[in-house]
């Protein structure tokens, strides 16, 4: 199982991004995806989830500005995330619960400038 982020970069203070997830290999069902985040010396904290009926659960420092959203046909999940803070700079990574194990990506970089 893989799970391959895109969609990281550089943008200011205030503009958007969206990245994408794909998870591909041999996996019989996803349960939960999820999108979590590590700034330099800080902890990796859950940015947003999104079960397989689409119910989503965000941190309260996201809430308003990202959008998580998930298409099961494609085995992809979304983050849209408007009105971009340079306390949202951060590797992001991709999560995905397939009831045995959880998979994650490799990570991408935003960077959000001031």
């Known amino acids: 199982v893989q799970l391959v982020e895109s969609g990281g970069g550089l943008v200011q203070a205030g503009g958007s991004l969206g990245l994408s997830c794909v998870v591909t290999?041999?996996?019989?069902?996803?349960?939960?995806l999820a999108w979590y985040r590590q700034a330099p010396g800080k902890q990796r904290e859950l940015v947003a989830a999104?079960?397989?009926?689409?119910?989503?659960n965000y941190a309260a420092s996201v809430k308003g500005r990202f959008t998580s959203a998930r298409d099961n046909a494609k085995n992809t999940v979304y983050l849209q995330m408007n009105g971009l803070k340079p306390d949202d700079t951060a590797v992001y990574y991709c999560?995905?619960?397939?009831?045995?194990?959880?998979?994650w990506g490799q990570g991408t970089q935003v960077t959000v400038s001031p």
């Open positions: 290999g041999t996996i019989l069902i996803i349960n939960d």
């Open positions: 999104i079960t397989s009926e689409g119910v989503t």
């Open positions: 999560n995905a619960n397939d009831g045995l194990a959880l998979h």
